[in-house]
């Protein structure tokens, strides 16, 4: 009973933490719903066109930000520790990553069009997604600088900062996005094109609202610039390069299923598009929540209350799979009234009540793994999930998916049926992972917090008088 006790008493600082940032990672992706919500009034090759864009282009935008996955474990620590002027120090050689890794996704969005070719792509949907990226391209260097703020705040426990930022961008790329779409208030008719530039205001307004909240939390901890700490620049790399592989690894394997579904047809890669949109909104409560275990299982390490973090694991893993069984039943339960948000285009919906049912199947896989990576990373360890999505996705989903979709001939469904079992294999692996590092934690003995005038070291969360 105890234990019970101890347990729940977790469950409430990860709905706190893990919530608003949920709700932030949703709001993230509204971005790309709401395009693809206007897109569809334009037809199924505009769908088709947005979808291909946003799968190459935040491909390339993943590899970047992964770098920036050492800032949080690293900065919770320093903040479960009791020196915020680390946590500012961690942000500003964040921001020096940031710089270095704009320009190659930047060039990369610029090529798009002979990857295109190269893949196959029917032309006509590879010139609206080219024309989408010629905007795109631009969202690089706000979205990389505002996930660093944002990082950053959340390490220290700020969350509604961030989550006001994302209300008030979505609600200025909606507007902004059907003005430019369609021509309103005596604004010249961009198509598709105008929906990136929408994307691009909207990331800059963004990033003027937590950067000022940013300044304020690092005058308060009375940092100051002192140069490169290349110790601390290779640590953030240790952790966050293994990361940042991970989620190409994952996020490239469903933008090879976007590339594999152009040379099926423009009907086929629309139903993709709308599934894996509702698959990566739900898809994002489970990853704001493992955000929420990084940060606790960080500052229980930082705060040297191991028994706390290995708690604070199991109740965000209880969360995001519970939540995802919630969302497995509402697709099955009501997949043509959701796809019928989207299209009322007969071959597309009928097309996409079939793929929700294969998300559906996934779901609470993609809640486990997601929410176990972040508590992994809370303790510093990024390789062994990378290592399991790249067995995952590319040793068994993938080519699973290719054989049904394209030799056994069940086409977009078949692909589908790849990433179900890629998922699950990333899930069960992580699982087994976690029950072993946690019982690790929960042996560790318990320590008093950290005297003021220790001194940190962020690579292991050890004091040193």
Avoid at 119 to 136: E, N, Q, R
Avoid at 139 to 151: E, I, K, S, T
Avoid at 354 to 379: E, I, K, W
Wanted: charged fraction near 10%.
């Amino acid at each position: 009973m105890r234990r019970l006790l101890s347990f729940r008493s977790e469950m409430r600082p990860v709905l706190e933490l893990a919530g608003p940032i949920a709700l932030m990672q949703t709001g993230m992706v509204f971005f790309g719903t709401v395009t693809t919500l206007l897109a569809g009034r334009i037809g199924p090759q505009a769908i088709a066109g947005v979808g291909l864009g946003n799968s190459f282009y935040f491909g390339l935008l993943v590899c970047a930000s992964g770098l920036l996955l050492g800032l949080d474990p690293l900065s919770a620590r320093a903040f479960g520790a009791g020196r915020p002027a680390e946590c500012a120090r961690v942000l500003a050689h964040a921001v020096i990553l940031c710089l270095a890794a704009s320009t190659p996704v930047f060039l990369g969005a610029s090529l798009a069009r002979p990857f295109f070719g190269l893949v196959g792509v029917d032309p006509a949907v590879a010139d609206v997604a080219v024309g989408y990226l010629g905007a795109l391209r631009w969202y690089v260097f706000p979205a990389l600088l505002f996930a660093a703020g944002r990082q950053y705040l959340q390490s220290m426990g700020i969350t509604r900062p961030q989550l006001a930022a994302v209300i008030l961008g979505n609600a200025f790329n909606a507007g902004l996005g059907w003005l430019l779409i369609f021509g309103k208030a005596g604004l010249p008719a961009m198509g598709i094109r105008g929906a990136g530039w929408a994307i691009v205001g909207a990331s800059g307004l963004m990033l003027g609202v937590i950067a000022a909240v940013c300044r304020r939390e690092v005058v308060k901890s009375g940092w100051r610039w002192e140069g490169v700490d290349w110790a601390l620049m290779r640590e953030m790399l240790r952790i966050g390069v293994p990361a940042g592989l991970q989620i190409v690894i994952e996020v490239g394997a469903f933008s090879m299923g976007t590339m594999l579904m152009g040379r099926i047809g423009a009907v086929a890669t629309a139903a993709h598009q709308i599934a894996l949109n509702l698959a990566s909104l739900t898809f994002m409560v489970p990853l704001g929540i493992g955000h929420g275990a990084c940060v606790l299982v960080g500052q229980g390490l930082g705060r040297r209350t191991p028994q706390r973090s290995a708690r604070a694991g199991y109740a965000a893993l209880v969360v995001g799979a519970g939540f995802m069984s919630v969302m497995s039943i509402l697709f099955l339960a009501a997949p043509g009234r959701i796809a019928g948000l989207y299209t009322q285009d007969p071959g597309v919906r009928s097309l996409c009540v079939t793929l929700l049912a294969a998300a559906a199947a996934f779901q609470v896989f993609d809640g486990v793994q997601v929410v176990l990576t972040g508590a992994l990373r809370g303790m510093g360890e990024t390789r062994i999930p990378m290592a399991a999505n790249a067995v995952g996705h590319w040793l068994i989903g993938l080519p699973v998916g290719v054989l049904l979709a394209f030799r056994l001939g069940a086409g977009a469904l078949g692909i589908w049926m790849g990433f179900c079992l890629g998922l699950a294999f990333v899930a069960f692996s992580l699982l087994l992972v976690w029950v072993v590092r946690a019982r690790e934690l929960a042996g560790r003995p318990q320590a008093a917090g950290p005297h003021p005038e220790e001194s940190f070291d962020l690579s292991g969360g050890e004091m040193r008088g």
